[in-house]
Every structure is written in C-alpha cells, then in structure tokens.
C-alpha cells in the first residue's frame, strides 16, 4: 500500500481490537503529535506561504481527528492519560538521518518524507482494523471512523511527498528513489516491533507499534 515495502502481520488487528480503549487513546495522541509536527514544520519556514497553507490545512484536519477521536473516548468513559513514547516514529526519524545526502543536505525533504512514510503505514493500519471491524461485527461507529481515517491519510500520504517533490526543487525522481530507501528501512524497522513489544513486557498493539 503506497509507499510501505512490508506489510503489517493480520495478527496486528486482532490484538489492536482485544484492548480497543488502549487503541483509541494511542490513536488520540497519534493526531495530536501529527498536528503538533505539521505546525512545527509550518514554524521553521514561515516565508513560505504555500507550504505554511498545506501544513496548516493538514494540522486542522488532524486536530479534527484527535477531537472525533476524543469524542468517542468520552461516550466509553476512558481518560486519555498522558502521551506515550512512539518509539516507531523515533525509529525512522533516526533511519532518515543516516540517508546519505542529495545534492545538499536538506533536512526539510526529509523531515516531509518521514511524514509520508509515518501517514503511509498509518493508512494501513486503519485498514486492516476497518477490515477486522467488519469482520467482527464490530461497532459501525469504529468502521466508519477507520474508513474515514484511511482516506485521510492516504491523502495526508500524497500532500508530504508533493511537498518533498517541492523542497527538492521538483526532482521527483531522486525524491521517489529517497522514499523507496527510507521504505526499506521502515519495513526493518516495523518486522522488529513484536519482538521489541514482547521484550519489553507490552501486552497490547499499539498504532504503530
């Protein structure tokens, strides 16, 4: 699915839904840091109008997520806690910075295409528990909060690399060859994750871990 080089085990859906609440609080934060990203990315280049109205528009929308989302922690009773550490994202965050440079160092296009990579496998995610929703005969409420959410992301997926194409001076080309090299190492990065969940005593998935 879009960019991702290794697929999600099916078995991730299951435990995800065997402790939903856990689910959607993780999820809650998730939109929370995608929007506190995309405004911090907007903070850094503020003289440059069109990429501060596609953050911006990408922030809101997020922040709109993280408000359905906490709606529907409030109708179950479930407190949303403090943020965990995404150790996932921090793990490709990492990957990128050991990319060797295009021309020049450009920390814009990859902090863009570690976006992509990170809205890519979320995209996913909502997929797979869409499917497992259904499949359960779970609440149409989730089913449909997934579906929508797989949309957005897909679209949240195109808007990052159009922006990376555009922060590498329209070379799309060495853009695509980047994002299929930071792919493979997130597909390291994501086969290693039930190990490093079961090493550590985690008892639940997570939506990225």
């Not at 109008?49 to 809101?60: G, N, P, S, V, Y």
Request: net charge negative; aromatic share 4%.
């Amino acid at each position: 699915m879009l960019c991702l080089q290794r697929s999600t085990d099916a078995a991730w859906a299951e435990e995800a839904l065997a402790d939903l609440d856990a689910v959607l609080v993780d999820h809650a934060h998730c939109e929370m840091k995608a929007a506190t990203n995309a405004l911090s990315l907007a903070a850094r280049h503020p003289a440059d109008f069109e990429l501060l109205r596609a953050l911006t528009d990408l922030a809101r929308e997020e922040i709109e997520h993280f408000q359905r989302v906490l709606a529907i922690l409030e109708s179950r009773g479930v407190a949303l806690g403090p943020p965990p550490v995404d150790e996932y994202a921090a793990d490709v965050r990492r990957a990128a910075s050991r990319l060797p440079h295009l021309a020049r160092p450009n920390p814009l296009l990859d902090r863009l295409l570690v976006g992509a990579l990170i809205e890519a496998r979320s995209c996913e995610r909502f997929k797979l528990l869409a499917e497992a929703t259904a499949r359960t005969g779970g609440p149409d409420e989730l089913r449909a909060l997934w579906t929508d959410l797989l949309a957005s992301e897909a679209s949240h997926y195109r808007t990052f690399v159009d922006l990376a194409v555009r922060a590498a001076c329209g070379e799309r080309t060495a853009v695509v060859a980047r994002l299929e090299r930071l792919a493979e190492l997130e597909a390291s990065i994501v086969q290693a994750l039930p190990a490093r969940r079961h090493a550590t005593g985690a008892t639940r998935a997570t939506m990225h871990g």
